[in-house]
């Protein structure tokens, strides 16, 4: 149907167009002249429709924020694009278009009912991101293998899937095989999806589902244990010991070092690297568990302050809301005793009633102020206190790690130089590779290789320090910074609606 407007020239998604179309679309009578006349702020629109405007490209409507339904059908459009911004949109029309390639949707988390009939797709693809996805309709395209089915098993909310008017929909096969894969469906082709269908699909793919779910369980598996992988390393992170545990550092270490591999070739070298890998791994374990044990005791440290802030807090709104009570109830009987007493009277004892209340609840909110305050300064007097002994124990294991390292240097430079002394009177027992030799030609060069090394592999251990230490303390500098600026504009604002609502009672 598309096609027809190629006679036409191409219409163009502007401003104009967009706010007519909202104004015609928009409520009707006093409500429509209301909205008419004050502007339609397009961030508040829920419903677009631009079907029938023979439109080449999708622009412009990154404005429409909030926008849940959206009707593109029968237009000229090519390529999917510029819906990025329209994040709650749920239901999208984008039917008898030009459309080539399924593009461009992927950042619509919300969408529920999808509509890409009669356009030119010939595979369903690029729609992971529509995890919600309820109704699909791609009848009417040029999609010809049945296998491209099995794309749309992982949307196990999908059901109701239109496929007719496809070149596949012509297997004798195909209303079984997309039963049988997609067990979430309920309509296919508008037809209620019958349970002696369902069965029938699956007992005519046993085998395939079979082994689909064996397929699934093992990615599931792997899903599994890469978020739990992932999950460990953000917990490594937040405790400033990411790159410690197992071999990582010494790895990363040796990574650095070009000529490492060379001089695992050296005679006794190997049985002295692998004593210092040990002995380095477990240094480093040392580490890691202490980083896991202060994050734990820093994220209880923050638990506390909480409490602390939400029990100060409501023992203080308590005794103000007492005090209301009471110039509440104070003022009813003042009314009650208009008849009796005169007029200014009243008024100066409300005045004066007024101006205590407003006295108590400052003393209340200064008071307030000061205990939060202590609050605040007992928690970073305990927080920078673990933050310190936490960096203590990392430059202490840092140094422990440097010894290791230092002594690791001083052993193999040692056999090193009587390998070469050997090697240099023909006395080895062994044949020397060629990259080695290339290092003994003599005492300078290989002492100035190995020297090399241990520089390399001290900056490595001296640059983890660094960053374990920088972090550290710029997230606990950031944390109390953060904590002190919210108290801080909290007063400010108490304080405000305190003095305005006692300039309004005393009116």
């Known amino acids: 149907m598309s096609h027809l407007y190629y006679t036409v020239e191409p219409g163009v998604i502007s401003e104009a167009l967009l706010h007519q179309c909202v104004q015609e679309q928009g409520p009707e009578g006093e409500a429509g002249r209301i909205a008419r006349s004050e502007g339609i702020d397009f961030r508040e629109v829920n419903t677009l429709r631009l079907d029938f405007k023979n439109i080449l490209r999708i622009e412009h409507l990154w404005q429409f924020r909030n926008l849940r339904r959206l009707q593109l059908d029968n237009n000229i459009i090519e390529c999917i694009n510029g819906l990025d911004q329209l994040v709650n949109l749920e239901w999208l029309d984008l039917s008898f278009n030009n459309i080539e390639d399924i593009s461009g949707l992927n950042a619509l988390v919300n969408l529920r009912d999808l509509s890409l009939a009669h356009n030119r797709i010939a595979k369903i693809q690029n729609l992971e991101g529509l995890t919600k996805l309820q109704t699909l309709s791609i009848a009417g395209n040029v999609i010809n293998e049945l296998e491209n089915i099995s794309y749309l098993r992982q949307f196990t909310q999908l059901q109701c899937l239109v496929l007719r008017e496809n070149p596949l929909a012509e297997d004798k096969r195909y209303p079984h095989y997309v039963i049988a894969y997609i067990p979430s469906l309920i309509y296919l082709d508008f037809r209620l999806v019958q349970e002696d269908s369902r069965q029938t699909a699956l007992a005519m793919f046993q085998d395939m589902m079979e082994e689909l779910a064996l397929v699934e369980r093992e990615q599931a598996r792997k899903r599994l244990e890469l978020t739990a992988a992932q999950q460990k390393e953000k917990t490594l992170k937040e405790a400033y010991v990411d790159g410690l545990a197992g071999m990582a550092l010494f790895d990363a270490m040796f990574e650095e070092d070009k000529d490492a591999q060379c001089f695992r070739l050296m005679p006794e070298i190997p049985v002295l690297l692998d004593s210092y890998a040990t002995k380095f791994e477990m240094v480093c374990e040392e580490l890691k568990d202490i980083g896991l044990r202060d994050l734990q005791r820093r994220s209880e440290e923050r638990v506390v302050l909480y409490a602390s802030h939400e029990e100060t807090c409501t023992a203080n709104q308590k005794v103000s809301v007492r005090k209301v009570q009471e110039f509440e109830e104070m003022k009813q009987k003042l009314k009650g005793s208009e008849s009796s007493t005169p007029s200014h009277e009243i008024i100066k004892q409300l005045k004066d009633a007024i101006d205590r209340l407003h006295h108590k609840l400052m003393q209340l909110e200064m008071l307030l102020v000061e205990q939060i305050e202590e609050v605040a300064k007992d928690f970073e007097r305990n927080y920078s206190e673990l933050v310190s002994t936490f960096l203590e124990n990392v430059q202490a294991h840092m140094t422990r790690l440097r010894d290791l ?103």
């Open 405 to 507: 390292e230092n002594a690791h240097h001083e052993t193999v430079l040692e056999k090193a130089q009587m390998i070469l002394e050997k090697f240099i009177k023909n006395q080895l027992d062994i044949e020397l590779p060629d990259e080695l030799r290339v290092l003994m030609v003599d005492k300078d060069t290989l002492v100035g290789a190995l020297n090399a090394a241990h520089d390399c592999h001290l900056l490595a251990i001296d640059n983890k320090e660094d960053s374990i230490v920088s972090r550290a303390k710029k997230d606990r500098d950031s944390l109390i910074e953060s904590i002190q600026n919210s108290e801080l504009k909290h007063n400010k604002q108490k304080i405000l609606k305190l003095n305005s609502t006692w300039s309004n009672e005393g009116r």
